[in-house]
């Protein structure tokens, strides 16, 4: 157990830098075993008064300090800081340190992976390489000289142009980087070693050329060509959707194979997890080859919404996270099915963000206080941050929002700045007053919405309520109202959506202005018109009256998913069962058919609990049959199809529960996907065959979307009666892609017999050197959710090709057993706790924000049955109970035991 409680960092306290900088040299001569850091930093006083100089500063072996050019002993040290004496008004510091990145199994600073040096500096790991106002308000200009072995480092790269390379004799040699924006600390990074590179270049919208790079180890070059692809795409992209130019004349991307995160943004040198580069048909399925292009684009954008104008603070993060996330989930939505683009990044936002803002650790878009900023990196502040733009756009429309963002950008390049500034250019470019709005910002929890309908056929009105609530979470029992966006649409009798006279104010949003340009041109199919109304909700309880409704409609409500809300209704099955098949809204179609199965799956879970049997609903089955007629359709948006034929994911079943049993949850959609194979095996049969067609292999979205769909019948057949392990086999046999063959994979995991033994162990021999697919090898293995996974977890923890070194691995066993495995994760005799509380407690010392992460799926231990909520408590007091806990497991374990 911890003896000192870790600090608490509050918003409220944040003070201007006491000190900016001018420009910094850095020298970095990387040695085995050794990397001396010399820090030249010309600082200016910022204050009236004669404050110390602070400089934060981790893990360091101090060597020297001077200040304008004389050694010096007039300062202290200690863990975290070094502290001079008010130096003056305007001075230089000289600053030799020793670090030993061999050494470095945080992978925060500088670091190794794969024999190659590498850092990550988000959010405070340049700290740990010299001592610096580590802080992303002290913005300066870096000038980088790395020096290395020429044999093991010929590569030598930091942020900014190559100004100058050379010998250094003694068979070393080094390069000089300079980055004439300023930028602060955290987008400092650095690579030394052997990679191999691709490159291709981009013409700006000036006509200037970028070289572009992705260095990768040698093998892996002919991996790259997707991820080139797509950076040009962004840098394009941005062009046209932002105006948004970029400024050097150099774009690296470095792929390491030893990442804590996904990718990140430093200036002009991305540096990536190999996950998000790397893609080949092969080697990688449609889903990844979709998150490469994603991420691409994401770390891209960042070079103005992160880079160009940064973050005043930490508690800022959703400035440039929700920002560049909502800018990447639009590239892809343009590159590829905006509806579906939609519907993944919902649910993604059901079931991973919703229960973080429902459970301990809930905090605001915007947090107002932490210990440690790494466990901020949360879904809330990116996903819902995301939502958070999304819905000042909707607010704005397309016109207004571009010139708010050309605002942003023009106000403030070069600055790091707080959410009310951009919400201040929203406001002040277009008018729109988003003083209520700011709650977003500043209120935690998902608010609820409920919706009432009321048609009036003698006055022709239909009056429709709507109500809201926000829980309460952690620190904020009271709420106020909010600001919500709810897009509606009146459906007629006849499949089409009513032509009415809106409530006062509110104008109807036709195709090109909000809904069908921005939400659902994918999904709408082209003999339709769609007529939508965004309807402010801004009180706890308002009434709309739409005039001239001739006849009575089924209201569509919340179209496009237009607020991160949890919506009710008084609509009747068959309400949705109507507008499953007519909602001009292919958002809302998806979702009916979404909100039946739940709806049904709740009712026999009840059952189930109550101690009946548990029976599929007929209408259900039949209106299950409308949908596999849509998907049969020659003209079927196959891969939209496949979101629809699927059922509510088991956590998104578990949201409905008071207390979660996963066994029961589990049974139930068991039983739910089994009836559907029975009643429809030849019509699945005829959809996996149609979609089966052996043609040679395409990347195309087309191609995509029939892969989907036909893996989605597959998975429905083997849950189906005598199922076709055959088949399953033959398909994974044959595959000439990533997709097929791991889809049939997955489904042969979860059978136990000799197919299954077969399949995986020649999976291991054929993909042995690419980790990547390794990684799927564990994966699909812990998702299993058959009884002798967790036997097989124990095993596969010591396979030769585990490591806990590499979060990758880490991710690929634990995270998906905990994450993707609710019934043996869950398992009655808690071994599912003890396999994951025992990594958490290895990884603490090792790699403090992986263990944290692997944290998660303890965190809502006060929602399962009793049996279970005593054993993951029991779990998360063993953790608190050990010596030197970090500070990122301490964090959430205390918050989350509280
Ligand atoms: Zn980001």
């Known amino acids: 157990m911890r003896t000192d409680t870790p600090k608490t960092i509050l918003l409220k306290d944040y003070q201007p830098p006491k000190y900016k900088v001018a420009d910094v040299h850095l020298d970095i001569r990387i040695f085995a075993g050794k990397t001396l850091v010399t820090a030249t930093t010309r600082f200016t006083k910022n204050h009236d008064g004669a404050e110390p100089l602070v400089l934060n500063g981790e893990r360091l072996k101090l060597v020297s300090v001077a200040i304008n050019g004389a050694a010096t002993t007039n300062y202290t040290v200690d863990d975290k800081t070094l502290t001079i004496p008010h130096p003056g008004n305007e001075f230089t510091t000289v600053i030799e340190t020793e670090i030993c990145p061999e050494e470095n199994t945080a992978l925060e600073g500088l670091y190794m992976s794969g024999g190659n040096y590498c850092t990550q500096c988000e959010a405070e790991g340049f700290r740990t390489i010299t001592y610096f106002p580590d802080r992303p308000d002290v913005m300066t200009i870096f000038t980088t000289r790395v020096e290395g072995d020429k044999k093991t480092c010929p590569v030598l790269l930091s942020n900014g142009n190559l100004i100058e390379d050379g010998d250094c004799g003694d068979g070393r040699h080094y390069a000089i980087w300079h980055d004439p924006f300023p930028k602060p600390c955290y987008l400092f990074a650095l690579v030394a070693g052997d990679l191999v590179h691709i490159r291709d270049s981009f013409t700006t919208m000036s006509g200037r050329i970028v070289d572009l790079r992705i260095y990768v180890r040698a093998g892996d070059e002919n991996q790259c060509d997707w991820a080139m692809e797509s950076l040009k795409r962004s840098m394009e992209w941005d062009e046209k959707t932002y105006g948004r130019e970029y400024q050097l004349d150099r774009f690296n991307i470095v792929a390491v194979s030893d990442f804590n995160m996904g990718a990140m943004e430093n200036t002009s040198l991305n540096i990536f997890n190999t996950a998000l580069v790397l893609a080949r048909p092969e080697t990688a399925t449609d889903m990844d080859f979709e998150r490469v292009e994603g991420v691409i684009?994401?770390?891209?954008?960042?070079?103005?919404?992160?880079?160009?104008?940064?973050?005043?603070?930490?508690?800022?993060?959703?400035?440039?996270?929700?920002?560049?996330?909502?800018?990447?989930?639009?590239?892809?939505?343009?590159?590829?099915?905006?509806?579906?683009?939609?519907?993944?990044d919902v649910v993604r936002l059901r079931n991973m963000q919703f229960p973080e803002d429902a459970g301990p650790m809930a905090h605001p878009i915007r947090p107002?206080?932490?210990?440690?900023?790494?466990?901020?990196?949360?879904?809330?502040?990116?996903e819902k941050g995301a939502e958070v733009i999304r819905m000042q756009h909707t607010l704005l429309g397309d016109d207004k929002y571009r010139k708010a963002t050309d605002l942003y950008f023009d106000r403030y390049d070069g600055m790091a700045v707080t959410c009310d500034d951009f919400l201040q250019c929203m406001q002040d470019s277009s008018g729109v007053d988003l003083s209520q709005f700011k709650l977003w910002y500043s209120q935690a929890g998902t608010p609820e919405v409920t919706a009432e309908g009321h048609y009036d056929a003698a006055a022709k009105t239909y009056?429709?309520?709507?109500?809201?609530?926000?829980?309460?979470?952690?620190?904020?029992?009271?709420k106020k109202p909010m600001h919500i966006p709810v897009m509606v649409g009146l459906?007629?009798?006849?499949?089409?959506?009513?032509?009415?006279?809106?409530?006062?104010?509110?104008?109807?949003?036709?195709?090109?202005?909000?809904?069908?340009?921005?939400?659902?041109?994918?999904l709408r199919r082209n003999d339709e018109k769609g007529v939508s109304y965004l309807l402010e909700l801004k009180d706890s309880k308002q009434t709309f009256t739409f005039k001239n409704v001739a006849v009575k409609p089924v209201p569509s409500i919340l179209?496009?998913?237009?607020?991160?809300?949890?919506?009710h209704t008084n609509l009747s099955d068959d309400d949705y069962r109507f507008l499953m098949v007519h909602d001009s809204d292919g958002f809302n179609r998806w979702e009916s058919g979404q909100i039946l199965a739940l709806r049904m799956m709740g009712r026999m879970i009840d059952t189930v609990e109550s101690g009946g049997a548990a029976v599929t609903d007929p209408a259900f089955i039949d209106s299950y049959g409308l949908m596999l007629d849509q998907a049969n359709a020659s003209n079927a948006d196959r891969a939209l199809m496949a979101r629809a034929l699927s059922l509510p994911d088991l956590a998104i079943i578990a949201q409905q529960r008071k207390i979660v049993d996963p066994d029961t949850i589990f049974t139930v959609r068991r039983r739910v996907l089994h009836d559907l194979a029975a009643r429809y095996r030849d019509q699945i049969q005829a959809i996996y065959d149609s979609c089966n067609t052996p043609t040679t292999y395409s990347n195309d979205a087309e191609s995509a979307g029939?892969?989907?769909?036909?893996?989605?019948?597959?998975?429905?057949?083997?849950?189906?009666?005598?199922?076709?392990?055959?088949?399953?086999?033959?398909?994974?046999e044959s595959a000439n892609n990533m997709t097929d063959r791991v889809a049939a994979l997955s489904v042969l995991a979860e059978t136990d017999g000799a197919d299954r033994d077969a399949v995986f162990a020649d999976f291991f021999k054929r993909f042995e050197q690419y980790p990547l697919v390794i990684d799927k090898w564990f994966s699909l293995q812990a998702s299993a959710p058959i009884p002798s996974t967790l036997d097989r977890i124990a095993t596969l923890k010591d396979h030769p090709a585990f490591s806990l070194l590499n979060p990758n691995r880490v991710r690929s066993l634990f995270a998906a057993f905990a994450m993707n495995n609710p019934v043996c994760f869950h398992a009655k005799d808690g071994r599912g706790y003890d396999i994951l509380t025992n990594a958490i407690i290895a990884l603490n010392t090792k790699n403090p924000q992986i263990?944290?992460?692997?944290?998660?799926?303890?965190?809502?231990?006060?929602?399962?049955?009793?049996?279970?909520?005593?054993?993951?408590?029991?779990?998360?007091?063993?953790?608190?109970a050990q010596e030197n806990l970090s500070p990122d497991v301490f964090e959430i374990v205390s918050k989350t035991l509280k």
């Open 463 to 478: 009056h429709l309520t709507l109500s809201q609530t926000v829980p309460p979470t952690p620190g904020q029992p009271d």
């Open 851 to 880: 263990a944290a992460r692997l944290l998660g799926p303890l965190r809502e231990w006060r929602r399962y049955t009793p049996d279970r909520q005593a054993k993951m408590k029991a779990a998360l007091e063993r953790i608190l």
């Open 491 to 522: 459906v007629g009798p006849n499949g089409h959506d009513l032509d009415v006279t809106p409530p006062p104010s509110v104008i109807p949003a036709k195709a090109g202005i909000h809904t069908n340009q921005t939400m659902d041109s994918g």
């Open 706 to 732: 029939r892969r989907a769909l036909k893996n989605v019948c597959l998975r429905l057949l083997m849950n189906g009666p005598n199922p076709p392990v055959s088949l399953a086999r033959q398909q994974y």
């Open 559 to 567: 179209r496009g998913f237009s607020a991160p809300v949890k919506l």
């Open 297 to 344: 684009a994401h770390e891209y954008f960042h070079n103005w919404t992160g880079n160009r104008v940064t973050c005043r603070d930490w508690f800022q993060l959703s400035l440039k996270e929700g920002l560049t996330v909502f800018r990447d989930q639009e590239f892809t939505a343009d590159m590829n099915s905006r509806g579906v683009k939609r519907i993944d």
């Open 368 to 382: 107002d206080n932490y210990i440690e900023i790494n466990n901020f990196y949360t879904l809330t502040v990116y």
